[in-house]
């Protein structure tokens, strides 16, 4: 009966103290921890913190790690001719969903895909009324995350005249605004040089006034 006895403490005692174990790592990495990080977050990286926002006229209307669709209003698909125009998304049923991001998970040579390409190709040399051959691969290709927020430089050149046109500015003008917002390789050397839609439009809707 002693034994028993024994066995018994040891085992309640080595149960409290397991217990208490799980109690004090629980507040700490599940309550401590996330607060700190938290509050180191939004002290030090405050706007990368809470989705890197864009704002105008003292609103949000996008994040710089994101990318969006810019069409006619109440026309969902129908890209509006005033706008630099972002690359194709797979992310979602309309693209651009942030709840849905991802690829098509088509292979280069899948027949559907091809004939996606050749499709998309054809459409934006008309909208921007180029030659076929003058469309660069990211105005017909879809990113991996189906978000990309940047464009290349080669798809914002073709996009000039038109958005010029729609918008009675200076081709001139609407150039030197792609060239302010290349951005070059990382490091001098890393990537290829892009152009962040959004806030190329936002400067465009600047300048139109």
Do not use: C
């Amino acid at each position: 009966m002693t034994g028993m006895n024994a066995t018994f403490r040891n085992t309640a005692r080595l149960t409290w103290a397991a217990l208490r174990a799980l109690l004090v790592l629980t507040v700490v990495t599940g309550v401590l921890y996330p607060l700190a990080v938290f509050a180191v977050g939004q002290a030090a990286f405050h706007d990368k913190a809470n989705g890197s926002p864009v704002g105008a006229g003292g609103h949000v209307v996008g994040s710089s790690l994101l990318g969006q669709s810019f069409d006619l209003p109440g026309k969902p698909g129908t890209p509006d001719p005033r706008w630099f125009q972002p690359r194709p998304s797979a992310a979602g049923q309309n693209g651009y969903d942030t709840r849905a991001s991802g690829a098509s998970n088509l292979g280069p040579t899948n027949p559907a895909l091809v004939k996606t390409i050749e499709e998309r190709r054809t459409q934006v040399a008309a909208f921007n009324r180029v030659a076929p051959s003058a469309v660069p691969a990211d105005a017909v290709t879809a990113s991996g995350s189906g978000l990309d927020p940047d464009i290349s430089p080669a798809y914002a050149r073709i996009q000039t005249d038109r958005v010029a046109r729609a918008r009675h500015l200076d081709p001139a003008e609407v150039a030197r605004l792609v060239a302010d917002h290349t951005e070059g390789r990382q490091f001098g050397f890393l990537g290829e040089p892009t152009v962040d839609v959004l806030q190329l439009n936002l400067a465009l809707a600047r300048l139109a006034g």
